[in-house]
């Protein structure tokens, strides 16, 4: 029998079919936030910083080891040797190794690691001292007074940088399980007492400060969110960041709608059941963006093995709805099966779901 040229159409979709649009940071593993329009450090949670990304003419030895770079050095930088990213960003590392974020500032802060959130907001009192006048007379007969300036209390303005790592669920496992997650942060302040006299240098000798942040994965596979937090709570989500290899492979459990027999040119024969599929997609399965492609290669009749069985198919997936189904992966495959009982190739209209979240229903 002669396959329908659709057949052929179909795969070279496959072979031509380009992959989504992604952000790959390659080895270098490197993201630069750009925040020279703060000018203290509380303007790190209210002011979106420029995000980069390290490209293969990235040189780290830009940024020396003094803290500072010339206003001129990083803007050849951000030229030459870094990216805007577009798209998902994903960085194809894994457990131990490291991530490395310079954070540039127009003005000199002191930072201190703290990896947990403060009870409560640091508090510095301002104020001259107080001095209580007492009386040494012993009569009582007229009031004691005591003169002295007013307390002034101020907040000391500070801002956290917080890199979470949450773990991603594996092909079989429920995104609404709880993941193991790891917190590091550090805190951003403006120097007080002598150090916060800031001499600023010439026009053209514009220096930024930088602080370079080290940051080693805790997982094989991971969401990495960076974002600023003011003292408050309130926070500005800069970024997310997925690493880990990218997971294509996936089953699908589903039914045929309807089959076309292509050697009649008619519809018949429909050979029901509930077909497990193995799938391939160039898309990361745990994205919840929409699958345009995947790639079906074998379905298999679970109510009557003997009845059909398919062989190959292109569709595509819909966006993730978890928030409002429990199946929260659809998709629309056609395939090219064989019938059994009828001896003879079909096309079936697959409707299916993901097991994943199959496996989310049934834990309900």
């Known amino acids: 029998m002669r396959l329908p040229k659709l057949v ?9 079919a380009g992959s989504p649009n992604s952000s790959l940071a390659g080895d270098w593993n490197v993201i630069v936030l750009d925040c020279t329009s703060s000018t203290v450090a509380s303007d790190l949670t209210s002011k979106f910083p420029v995000v980069y990304l ?5 040189e780290a030895s830009k940024f020396s080891q003094s803290g500072e770079i010339s206003q001129v050095d990083f803007g050849a930088l951000t030229q030459t040797g870094l990216k805007t990213p577009k798209g998902t960003i994903r960085f194809k590392i894994k457990k131990n190794d490291q ?3 310079y954070i540039v500032t127009s003005v000199k802060m002191e930072t201190f690691e703290q990896a947990s959130a403060p009870a409560a907001p640091p508090l510095e009192w301002v104020s001259d001292p107080i001095t209580f006048v007492a009386s040494n007379s012993s009569r009582h007969s007229g009031p004691v007074t005591t003169e002295s300036r007013p307390i002034t209390l101020s907040i000391m303005k500070t801002a956290r940088f917080l890199l979470r790592e949450q773990q991603r669920p594996t092909s079989l496992e429920s995104g609404r399980d709880a993941k193991a997650s790891a917190v590091f942060g550090v805190t951003f302040k403006v120097p007080v007492g002598p150090k916060s006299i800031t001499v600023v240098p010439p026009q053209s000798q514009k220096i930024y400060y930088y602080y370079r942040q080290r940051y080693k994965l805790k997982f094989e596979n991971s969401f990495v969110g960076l974002s600023f937090e003011d003292q408050s709570g ?7 960041v997925t690493t880990g290899p990218s997971d294509n492979w996936f089953l699908t459990a589903g039914s045929p709608l309807v089959a076309f027999n292509p050697d009649t040119n008619d519809f018949g024969g429909n050979p029901t059941g509930l077909y497990l599929g193995i799938n391939w997609t160039p898309n990361d399965i745990f994205d919840p963006m929409a699958r345009f492609l995947i790639v079906n290669l074998l379905d298999v009749n679970t109510t009557n093995p003997t009845t059909a069985i398919g062989l190959i198919g292109l569709g ?11 199946l929260s992966t659809l998709s629309v495959t056609e395939v090219l099966t064989y019938n059994l009982t009828l001896s003879k190739f079909q096309f079936l209209t697959m409707i299916n779901y993901d097991v994943t979240d199959v496996l989310q229903l049934l834990k309900l």
């Not at 309130?234 to 997310?240: G, L, S, W, Y």
């Open 234 to 240: 309130n926070q500005e989500n800069v970024m997310t």
């Open 316 to 326: 595509m997936g819909f966006p993730k709805t978890s928030h409002f189904i429990p």
């Open 54 to 58: 390290s490209n293969p003419e990235f």
């Open 8 to 16: 052929f159409v179909l795969i070279g979709i496959v072979l031509f």
């Open 99 to 101: 991530i490395d974020v």
